[in-house]
């Protein structure tokens, strides 16, 4: 039998240079020593994109640029010798057995193309491991499924301890979607509310001229097609011609609209939040004060851009759920997801079987609720959860679930 190990150099390199896909690199590099050492670098895979950047400005004073990082939501298995464990500690002729828990992890690259391991809600949380490398984790014994995947343009982690605390990272940069259309794009939102799109071969982005009624406040790509919603619901595609097609008619409510895909279906969350206070940014300071009116702090920080800022601080205090009639063009309410759980991340949202992570129940939103860090409430790495059916807001830490993103699960030997 050959010894996979002793391949060319040149061959694996040449081998690695050829996968298009996160996926395939790790497993490529779990084979071996020598095949992870043939690797090639870790990429982006937008071939058609440069690897910096601006922001999207209306100003033509916008000279500094900034990375692209794509990240990669993956569920991960135990493998299948240790899928189950029999406990016998309190009574062994019962022969119990106990489902070990998955792990849900992001993984992508940092700003200096070094691989990390992310918060999978977050932009900027890095997590980090108490062990020293070298450490081997093979992922050709593990069962990956991809969830879905994040573009993130900016200096990542940040120089700030809290993520919310870094101006141009988490507020001057909103989440960015990938599509082709005849070329390599990127869709984003402009911090105007307005949509701008970043072609392949292009130098700066493009704001779309027309001001909306209601800023955007989410983008996805449903089908091959790039979606855009506003605050009041109401959902546009967008054309090659930067032309806005109707996708469905507005459903007013709540405070934020959110697009995830669900199982073939787009679905609308509509986020109720509460008011806390305000994080007023200034070019001018990087000073923190407290509010005469509020126990709240408020934080000042430099932007590029000459004008301030003042950024809401929010709450989120329930959901509401509706699945898209395209043939209707209109949002229809959802009473009952199933055994559908919908997770509400920085730059991605995705969706996730209830059986797929060892929960008897799914019909639940998990979501980030601490922008602002310890000024807020929040438990563990700040992720809370929905429940449709009791209209309530409970802890993750509560809940059977609660080890589902950190600290690793016993059986990966990384705890």
């Known amino acids: 039998m050959a010894d996979w190990s002793k391949l060319p150099k040149e061959l694996l390199q040449l081998i690695s240079e050829k996968l298009n896909c996160e996926f395939h690199e790790l497993r490529f590099r779990s084979v071996c020593s020598s095949w992870r050492s043939s690797s090639i670098p870790p990429k982006n895979h937008l071939l058609n994109l440069p690897s910096r950047f601006p922001y999207p400005s209306e100003s033509n004073n916008n000279t500094s640029t900034y990375p692209i990082s794509k990240r990669t939501i993956f569920l991960i298995n135990p493998p299948p010798n240790q899928q189950q464990q029999t406990l016998n500690l309190i009574n062994p002729s019962l022969n119990q057995q106990q489902t070990l828990n998955p792990w849900l992890i992001k993984i992508g690259l940092d700003s200096r193309g070094r691989i990390s391991l992310w918060n999978p809600l977050s932009r900027d949380k890095q997590l980090r491991l108490r062990f020293q490398l070298p450490h081997h984790f093979d992922f050709n014994e593990l069962s990956l499924f991809k969830l879905g995947h994040e573009f993130v343009i900016g200096e990542f982690p ?58 955007y406040t989410d983008v996805c790509v449903f089908n091959g097609r790039p979606i855009a919603v506003d605050s009041s619901g109401r959902t546009v595609v967008v054309g090659p011609d930067l032309s806005l097609d109707l996708v469905a008619e507005a459903v007013f409510g709540g405070d934020t609209k959110i697009l995830v895909e669900s199982d073939g279906e787009l679905l609308l969350v509509d986020k109720y939040s509460e008011h806390l206070g305000e994080v007023r940014q200034s070019r001018q300071s990087r000073q ?14 430099g932007a590029d851009d000459e004008s301030d800022y003042e950024i809401e601080i929010e709450r989120a205090v329930r959901f509401v759920v509706f699945r898209l009639d395209e043939n209707e063009k209109k949002w229809v309410k959802l009473t009952n997801l199933g055994d559908r759980v919908l997770f509400l991340g920085k730059d991605c949202a995705f969706s996730v079987k209830a059986s797929d992570l060892c929960m008897e129940n799914g019909n639940c939103v998990i979501f980030r609720n601490d922008d602002y860090g310890g000024y807020l409430r929040s438990t563990g790495l700040g992720i809370d959860v929905f429940c449709l059916d009791k209209q309530q807001i409970l802890p993750l830490s509560g809940l059977p679930c609660s080890n589902l993103f950190w600290p690793p699960p016993q059986w990966t030997g990384l705890d």
Request: charged share 15%; aromatic share 12%.
């Open 288 to 301: 923190f004060g407290r509010s005469e009116q509020s126990e709240l702090l408020l934080f000042t920080f």
């Open 158 to 215: 940040s120089v700030y301890p809290n993520e919310s605390y870094s101006t141009e990272n988490s507020h001057f940069m909103k989440k960015v979607v990938a599509y082709e259309q005849g070329c390599s794009v990127l869709l984003t939102i402009h911090i105007s509310g307005k949509l701008a799109i970043f072609r392949s071969g292009h130098q700066e982005w493009i704001i779309m001229p027309e001001m909306p009624p209601n800023p």
